[in-house]
């Protein structure tokens, strides 16, 4: 399935809103591979598709996980819209026929992120964070360290998650924990 047949379909499937996040997100994780020379095409695919698993929530949401065969962690019992990522690396890979692995992947941990993330991933969460049509505090400076440390910008946006997350009162997950401080010891050369 091509791009242009993609984005029909994925059109028909999600809100119109959702629909122009997902836009927003192809074009900044675009412009986010060239820059940091990974595949502009692989970052297009991932990025128009990251959210092709967010129509599931609540319990629809887990028992689809289950129906896959994947077993939510207590936190995604608990906050099921964290599933999203993996129900759309499903949704992406047998309903719009995607099979590199690597865009799966970048689908997957496009939410919590993970540690130890490859390029693509990490341009995919944080296009994700930053495209144009978000609007919070520090958005500005997540997007200018987009384009100078892709680690730096993601302790940045993970930073963000967690502040929101805490302020909510909700269950932080501990992959975003395990993100930020994988690349924040990639910045300060720990590895």
């Keep these: 399935m091509n791009i242009d047949d993609i984005k029909l379909k994925l059109q028909k499937e999600l ?7 997902s836009l927003n997100v ?7 591979a060239e820059k940091y020379g ?8 991932a990025g128009i598709l990251h959210d092709c698993g967010k129509n599931f929530g609540g319990e629809k949401a887990r028992e689809y996980a289950r129906e896959i065969g994947y077993t939510p962690d207590e936190i ?33 941990w496009h939410t919590t992120g993970k540690a130890g993330m490859t390029d693509l991933e990490k341009i ?10 978000r609007d919070f505090e520090g958005i500005e400076e997540m997007r200018k360290a987009a384009f100078q440390n ?14 929101f997350i805490l302020k909510k009162g909700l269950l932080l997950h501990e992959k975003t924990i ?3 401080n994988h690349s924040l010891k990639i910045l300060r050369n720990l590895r």
């Design 38 to 45: 990974v595949d502009v095409k692989k970052a297009e695919l």
């Design 26 to 32: 192809m074009e900044m994780a675009a412009s986010l």
């Design 76 to 108: 995604e019992l608990a906050q099921p819209r964290l599933l999203h990522g993996i129900i759309g690396e499903h949704i992406a890979k047998t309903e719009y026929n995607v099979d590199d692995e690597e865009v799966l992947s970048a689908i997957r």
């Design 178 to 180: 395990e993100t930020r």
């Design 150 to 163: 892709l680690d730096e910008c993601v302790v940045l946006c993970a930073d963000s998650t967690i502040r």
């Design 15 to 21: 809100e119109y809103s959702r629909y122009l996040h």
């Design 124 to 133: 995919i969460y944080v296009a994700d964070y930053i495209e144009p049509l």
